[in-house]
């Protein structure tokens, strides 16, 4: 499901510290959007690496020189209270927004002024932390254009459900009775395979028809969906936003160990999450942060002792 393997990324690398203008992907041209770099990053092994971003909202200054980084391979958590800064972070990675400030490479190379869409070709793959689905689509449906993810997979996801509602519109019938895709679409999504779509939702054990729709899944159920989907598109790091919140008990721990078992298969994982407990035992590394910087670092046995952290969730 990964487009990068280790062969593939060490290969990109020395090509793009060569200053060659020509992409080295193994899948997708981005060179045209990325910028080498004259050095290399200082471990090879660091895949995302955030250098002092800056971010303000009006007088809000959501993020404040934050500073912190990702291993290839790790799953790294990043925790603090709410309002600390986290999913503007995110946002910033996935180029939804503008940093003010500073500077983020991504497997060696520097981000600046990126599409998002070129991003995501580049490699990284997300969840938000409000789940965002489309209604009239089924189950199938989403993981068909996720595995069949390009430049323009969002606009044909879009395209896709704007013809099932006309579609409703027109027959007068409700867009839940539409019982498959119009099989005169132009959007059929190619490559895909229905043991990638069963693989995946064995993965985050999703047991539901593959032709449900979304309106008809339970809260748990989209949230699993969501990060299905995020598996199923094509990445090289996993951005997951409070992948647990709002979930009952055993679903959390269902979603623990489905992240356990990635980061076992070798996936990159950041995770942020609000509880600590969450991650404590699944995280390698984790980063607090509070007031929009990375106020502490360490293992969770570290975080969890640190004076500073606990006064911080303390004070909320
Ligand atoms: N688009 C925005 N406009 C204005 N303020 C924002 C925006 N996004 C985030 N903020 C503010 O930035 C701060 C950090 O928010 P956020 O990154 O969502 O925190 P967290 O995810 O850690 O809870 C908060 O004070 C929030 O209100
Ligand atoms: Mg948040």
Redesign the pocket.
Known sequence: MKTGTKKEIKKETKEKTSHTKTNTSSTKNTSSTFHPIPTPSPSPSIILDIENISKA??G?H?LDKCTFSVDQGSLTALI?P????????FNVISRLIQEDHGKIILQQSSVDKLADYSLARQGISRTFQQVRLFRNLTIRDHLEIALDQDDESLLKSIKYELQKIAHAILTRSSSRNLSSPNPSSPYIAPNTTHKKINKVLALVGLQKPLTTYVTDLSYGQRKLLDLAIAIAKPHTILLLDEPVAGINPQLRDQIKAILRNLHQQGETILL?EHDMNFVMGLAQKIYV?DHGTVIAQGTPLQIRTNPQVLQVYLGE
């Open positions: 909202f009006g809000v959501a603090g709410n309002g600390s800064g986290k999913t503007t972070m942020i942060m």
